[in-house]
């Protein structure tokens, strides 16, 4: 088609856009600011521990299958998938033995059963109605463009809204099918994925109870790494140049329209029209004059960001039989571990937080004999934190995974451990406050209210990636690429594109 095409950032979402359009024929560069391709879903090495940074969970395999699909390629000739068994355990903070969540409805149901009576049939239920809201969001919904608030609040919404439970939290809508403290956290864990908290979250949301629980929960072998590998390959394949260690440092504006970047140290690279996966409040408000600018600075401080993360990476001699490749421990204190992230920003007194041991599924991650942990707690964003303070809060975490995740000794074991957090992501990915994930999906930064994937000042400038729709998530962020795909087109269809 000979227009060029460039785009800023090779994340997932600008990853996967330069596959669509260099599959369609156009020119793409991809300039990265970092040597890795990626962006938040980035990797090291050291001493033969191979640690993703990022993106651990491979949910939704449909929607991964969907875009190799648009690009006329198959899942499996480029990952190999492993379902994972148990897909993760849970373990509660001062309440024993831990859960087991198996993707498999005759196991899940009884343990449901287990810890209140009738809770196995009322999962059913429940699973049912998240299946049919995912259909409906991935078919209906996820796939189309929002512009004015009627294109959202249509006939389908208006007279299935309370099936689709868009005007309830996700609290409120667990709370009518389970009463116990326990299964109301199981099922509302997910909500840290989307960067929100249950009591602020869209119950619509529960679909991702569909993506585990109905779905499986997978992991590529090799580390979740293996899928940008995969995706650069492909946008190769086709003809896109993908460039690392290129920063932009500015959107080139010609009479009111994009038509280039400059990268750093001056060198300008001409294009019909730009596509940005950089951090949309960078993008607008670093990369753009003020008058080109759709959202200004004081937007973007009224925002309600996602949480930012605690993270270690931990290279550990020794086996950990209590692990399985996802655990999660929660807090006693729901409500006030979000509170401390959300209301009352501060390093959580009682932390819930995630490990992944991605070297219980995958022996070529860790030296033989030793594991690979990736330890994350969920923070406020924008926190400051000095180095003294992240050893202390460190050693915190540690001595409670060695408490309640039956870790005895686990500090005594720790061959290297790197921590990396709110400044990191600031510094690394230009994000916004230093989040983890990007806006939070409350019901005000949902759909027709996030920011939209195109430019209202400047003309053939296109935004992609978790700032804009459908929001945060791997496979979502594929859904936003094929949304300024068809953006570009001006297809305005709610389904998933059936070809290029």
Known sequence: MNKKVVIIGAGIGGLGAAGLFARKGYDVTVVEKNANLGGRANIFEHDGFKFDMGPSWYLAPDIFEHYFNLVGERVEDHLELKRLSPSYRIFFRKNGDPLDINSDIEKD??????????????????????????????????????DRIWDFFNKRVM?????????????KFVSKFFTSKKLQQVMEYTMVFLGTSPYEAPAL?????????????????????ELIK????????????????????????????????????????DADMVISNADMWFTETRLLDIPQQTHKEKYWQKRTMAPSAFIMYLGVSGKLPSLVHHNLLFSEDWRKNFDEIYKDPCLPDEPSLYVCAPSVTDPSVAPEGKENLFVLVPIASDL??????????????????EQEMNLPGLRGK???KRIYTVENFAADYNAFKGSAL??????????????????KMVDNL???????????????????????????????????????
Do not use: W
């Open 462 to 500: 296109f935004y992609v990636g978790a700032g804009t729709n459908p929001g945060i998530g791997t496979q979502i962020c594929l859904i936003s690429a094929e949304l300024a795909y068809k953006r570009v087109h001006n297809i305005t269809t709610a389904e998933p594109l059936e070809s290029l």
């Open 230 to 269: 995969a995706l650069a390959n492909i946008t190769e394949k086709n003809g896109a140049v993908l460039r690392t260690n290129s920063p932009v440092d500015k959107i080139i504006v010609r009479d009111g329209k994009a038509v280039g970047v400059r990268v750093e140290g001056g060198e300008v690279i």
């Open 384 to 401: 400051e934190i000095t180095d003294e303070q992240k050893e202390m809060y460190a050693d915190r975490v540690l001595a409670l995974m």
């Open 159 to 171: 007279t299935e809204g309370q099936k689709l439970s868009v005007f309830s939290t996700m609290h």
């Open 414 to 416: 720790i061959e290297y």
């Open 438 to 455: 990007g806006l939070a999906h409350t019901l005000r930064q949902t759909a027709i209210f996030r920011p939209k994937n195109k430019s």
């Open 205 to 225: 949301y529960n679909l991702m109870s569909h993506m585990d629980f109905n779905q499986g929960v997978f992991y590529p072998q090799g580390g979740f790494y």
């Open 109 to 146: 149901t009884a343990t449901f059963e287990a810890i209140e009576p009738g809770a196995g049939e009322k999962l059913r239920a429940y699973l049912k109605q998240s299946k049919y809201q995912y259909e409906v969001a991935t078919q209906s919904f996820m796939f189309k463009n929002y």
